[in-house]
């Protein structure tokens, strides 16, 4: 029920802001602030790095991030849309919206982003300065690839805004930066035309080899708005495809969003246990984000019956509970138990080397349902990037739950998983943990832009570099 209350809140908070007009005005006076806060620090003697101060507990990841109580906290309080310039097909928002915010502001208005990461809960700035994704990604890359410019309050305490055009090195280092090149303090993304209904389809797919072709096959279909597998097993899956569509047969829609609805892995499971192909139409707004109730397969780990019938009709409508008041009321003795007997982890991965992948997982880790979830990587700087010289194809390997593997320990266990990730040119979502050395980090990613971006704006004293700020070899 608290997490009802939290989301009636920000939803209340959201909509007095648009009607009172209040956040284009106020926007300009809160980075002037940012930029207060950020002199202050300089005037003080730059003694400790800077961080912003939302508390730890309220994010996403279920890192929990202990630098906050040693650096200079700077209060960043940007959570508005401030503007839609249908023209442009751009909105302009702060770094704190969430995605149920804005898909809520957008979709009445006709539009939503190309690529809607999809936990309600993630942010804008979260999903630039990390990273984020979604079964649409094969068209138009990580969430990234979706934004224009970006504008950020510097170590020196100065605003800039930087794009393709404009302080474009800035702009392609800022992505998987996490904060350390400066605060963001406002974001453009690319908007497109909303549709009511996608229409998906549902196929059972058996067979590593023939998942993996069926999986690769569709991915490249650029007639296809959405592309995701769920693979239950090492050789089954369901593979789904979906259009964006304003038409629908009235029989065949389905809101999976209404809170009494099966969980949507759950749902997609019926399909291969009846080895039956399938159809429907899902509302736009219900599909994008329709593993939000379930936390995809995670709330079944913290309430075991909760898809059961009885309660979802009964209680459903109070979940998902919010992964930061579950961080908040989280005992170190649990955080520790879970770290050791559970995985949340994205692997991202060449297309190309998706069968060998699978089968690394299922060794090293053995943990199902595996999120599949294709994307297109351009060629552009920065610390993410594909070995040659054109845009690849690679698949988001999402594994989340308790791992089956009889001999799984954390750390050694990961640091397997990452090492097979850098041999075939991969990358590792900084949201989870990640147990790489220094050197073999900075082998996983491009640091050269990066480097020189912190040389340049004199950040080495203001922020600490990414690999101190989330890799436990360097917090341990």
């Avoid at 809960?121 to 999903?127: A, C, E, F, I």
């Avoid at 990640?434 to 020189?452: N, P, V």
Wanted: hydrophobic share 40%; charged share 25%.
């Amino acid at each position: 029920p608290l997490s009802i209350l939290f989301d009636i809140y920000y939803q209340l908070r959201a909509w007095a802001v648009w009607r009172l007009h209040s956040a284009p005005r106020q926007h300009a006076q809160r980075v002037r602030h940012i930029q207060a806060q950020v002199r202050e620090w300089k005037d003080e003697g730059s003694k400790r790095y800077m961080c912003t101060g939302r508390p730890g507990w309220l994010t996403v990841s279920l890192r929990v991030g202990k630098y906050k109580k040693i650096h200079k906290n700077i209060m960043i309080n940007l959570m508005d849309v401030l503007e839609v310039d249908s023209e442009r097909q751009v909105v302009r928002v702060e770094p704190l919206v969430s995605m149920g915010q804005l898909t809520a502001h957008l979709n009445p208005m006709g539009w939503t982003i190309p690529v809607v990461p999809e936990l309600d809960d993630l942010t804008v700035g979260g999903l630039i300065m990390g990273t984020g994704i979604e079964s649409s990604s094969h068209i138009y890359g990580l969430f990234q690839h979706t934004c224009v410019a970006y504008e950020l309050v510097l170590a020196d305490g100065s605003l800039v805004r930087c794009s393709p055009t404009e302080n474009s090195d800035l702009f392609y280092a800022v992505p998987w930066s996490c904060g350390t090149l400066g605060f963001l303090v406002a974001a453009e993304i690319k908007m497109i035309p909303a549709k009511k209904y996608v229409k998906i389809h549902y196929e059972p797919v058996r067979g590593l080899q023939k998942i993996c072709e069926k999986f690769a096959e569709e991915s490249k279909k650029k007639e296809n708005s959405f592309v995701e597998g769920l693979m239950y097993s090492l050789e089954e899956a369901v593979i789904m495809k979906g259009v964006l569509t304003d038409e629908a047969e009235q029989s065949k829609i389905n809101r999976i969003g209404n809170y009494y609805k099966p969980w949507f892995f759950k749902h997609v499971e019926k399909y291969l246990k009846a080895d039956r192909t399938g159809i429907e139409y899902i509302p736009a707004r219900h599909y994008y984000h329709r593993h939000t109730r379930s936390i995809f397969w995670e709330l079944q780990d913290i309430i075991p019956f909760g898809n059961n019938p009885v309660f979802r009709y009964l209680f459903g409508w109070m979940v998902p509970p919010k992964i930061s008041l579950l961080k908040l009321t989280q005992g170190e003795a649990i955080r520790k138990l879970y770290e050791q007997h559970h995985v949340v982890q994205d692997m991202l991965v060449p297309m190309k080397s998706l069968e060998k992948s699978i089968q690394t997982f299922h060794v090293d880790l053995n943990v199902y349902p595996l999120w599949l979830c294709p994307f297109i990587l351009p060629n552009n700087p920065g610390m993410v990037h594909p070995k040659g010289d054109e845009a690849e194809l690679y698949v988001d390997i999402g594994a989340y739950g308790e791992p089956k593997r009889k001999q799984f320990e954390a750390r050694a266990s990961m640091r397997q998983m990452e090492k097979f990730v850098r041999s075939v040119h991969g990358f590792q979502m900084l949201y989870a943990d990640c147990y790489m050395t220094r050197e073999e980090f900075w082998d996983m990613f491009d640091g050269s832009l990066y480097h020189k971006l912190r040389e340049q704006m004199n950040c080495k004293d203001a922020f600490p570099e990414v690999y101190d700020k989330i890799c436990k070899a360097a917090r341990h």
